[in-house]
């Protein structure tokens, strides 16, 4: 019996010995391993002016002590020239020792204290105007905060503040607080009446980055809705005015695989956005509205870029003038007028290849031509509106882009759309920013 025991234990030891030295031949392995592995020892980044590096180092996945990876330093630098500061960005490797390296990362910024200067006439041809400031590396920090005021015949306002790595490098906030008054045109079946239009909100929004290119928003928008009757035709079944308390439930989901080159855009993008609009009324039921947009960029040798954009969306499909989706000169179709029909469904496809015809230091000049297409759904019809012939549309032109690459967003375009359908309906179109 002892017998056995001292068996079972001098069995028991030989095997704790076994384990024993494998463990430590396991952890020399590794230790000799992570020695031949290529370490950053120093990260630098350098270029800053008006931004704060810890921003920059807080927001860079590479760091100091992790293991040098190519990937990783070009996924930050596509994180960087998406940043509204920065109109460049680029790195360099320098080895400081054996199997240790240093990473410098050049930056260019760009200036983001933005003025907002637009003038235009009503449908009363008056002299309508907006004014606004906006930076857009508020206190250095790559936040955007700044506010508007218009004048279009009514007063209107808007303060917007925005910071998507307020917390850490994944997670931010947005406020925006809006009093907009405008003159809108409601269609209805037997003509069309104007109506003075109030939205006064107050919107929070939640943003987190789940990875490189995936992001999410979740916010909620309280806000009061009015209409006031001005002239048009008028009817029993048509409301000479609404006053109604509303909130919404907003969700937003991005995938950006985007790369900036100054200038020139390639690689795709795809935004989501589902809201449903609750009104503190039993007039109005709940509302349901959705959209996405697909981005499809591609460079076209050294000067050119092609550049798409179909967006899809529905929405709850009632009978009403008060449709979401606008058929605007400003939003979907160049040449077709501003606010000319609204829908309850959207499909919209633009494509447009931009040329640099002229670069000259951080000033560059654009030629364009560009396709706009869509189609409706006409509020309470049903899916086979979007083929039916009166409800779709095709624009074409031309157009000038006048570019400041060191200015966040410095581009002043101007479009000529002219209607290949029927040939009615053509204009020129003025903006800040590329079209899409």
């Given at each position: 019996m002892c017998h056995e025991k001292s068996c079972c234990f001098y069995i028991f030891f030989l095997m704790l010995k076994k384990v024993t030295i494998l463990f430590y031949l396991l952890v020399f392995l590794t230790t000799f391993i992570v020695?031949?592995?290529?370490?950053?020892?120093?990260?630098?980044?350098?270029?800053l002016?008006?931004?704060?590096?810890?921003?920059?180092?807080n927001f860079l996945l590479t760091k100091e002590g992790s293991v040098l990876d190519s990937i990783v330093l070009k996924d930050d630098v596509k994180r960087l020239?998406?940043?509204?500061?920065i109109s460049h960005a680029y790195y360099q490797v320098f080895k400081a020792s054996k199997n240790t390296y240093n990473i410098f990362f050049q930056i260019e910024e760009n200036k983001t204290l933005i003025p907002v200067v637009n003038f235009w006439t009503t449908t009363?041809?008056?002299?309508?105007?907006?004014?606004?400031?906006?930076?857009?590396?508020?206190l250095g920090r790559n936040m955007t905060f700044g506010g508007f005021y218009q004048n279009n015949e009514y007063n209107s306002y808007g303060i917007n503040f925005r910071a998507p790595y307020?917390?850490?490098n994944k997670f931010g906030l947005a406020v925006n607080h809006t009093n907009w008054i405008s003159e809108e045109p409601l269609y209805f079946d037997n003509g069309s009446a104007n109506y003075k239009y109030q939205n006064i909100s107050f919107e929070t929004m939640l943003m987190y980055e789940l990875n490189f290119k995936n992001h999410l928003e979740f916010g909620l928008n309280f806000f009061k809705e009015k209409y006031n009757y001005k002239n048009g035709i008028r009817s029993a079944t048509i409301p000479q005015e609404l006053n109604i308390n509303k909130f919404l439930i907003k969700a937003v989901y991005l995938y950006d695989n985007l790369d900036y080159f100054y200038q020139y855009i390639s690689g795709f993008k795809n935004e989501l956005y589902v809201q449903m609009v609750i009104p503190k009324s039993n007039s109005q039921n709940d509302f349901f509205i959705a959209w996405n947009d697909f981005f499809y960029f591609k460079r076209i040798g050294e000067k050119g870029n092609w550049a798409n954009r179909l967006r899809v969306g529905?929405?709850?499909?009632?009978?009403?003038?008060?449709?979401?989706?606008?058929?605007?000169?400003?939003?979907?179709?160049?040449?077709?007028?501003?606010?000319?029909?609204?829908?309850?469904?959207s499909i919209v496809y633009n494509s447009e290849y931009r040329?640099?015809?002229l670069e000259k230091g951080s000033f560059v000049i654009q030629s364009n031509l560009f396709i706009d297409a869509g189609t409706w759904r006409n509020p309470g019809g049903s899916l086979s509106d979007f083929t039916k012939k009166k409800y779709m549309k095709l624009f074409s032109g031309i157009g000038l882009r006048i570019i400041n690459k060191k200015i966040f967003n410095a581009i002043f375009r101007i479009d000529y759309g002219y209607e290949l359908t029927n040939g009615k309906g053509k204009g020129l179109v003025f903006g800040i920013g590329q079209y899409f």
């Open positions: 020695a031949q592995e290529n370490n950053i020892v120093y990260v630098k980044v350098k270029g002016k008006k931004t704060k590096t810890s921003v920059i180092e020239k998406k940043l509204p500061a009363n041809k008056q002299f309508a105007y907006k004014i606004g400031l906006y930076d857009h590396n508020f307020l917390f850490s529905l929405s709850t499909n009632t009978k009403s003038p008060f449709a979401p989706f606008a058929l605007d000169n400003n939003v979907n179709l160049r040449g077709v007028g501003i606010l000319v029909d609204r829908g309850t469904g040329h640099t015809i």
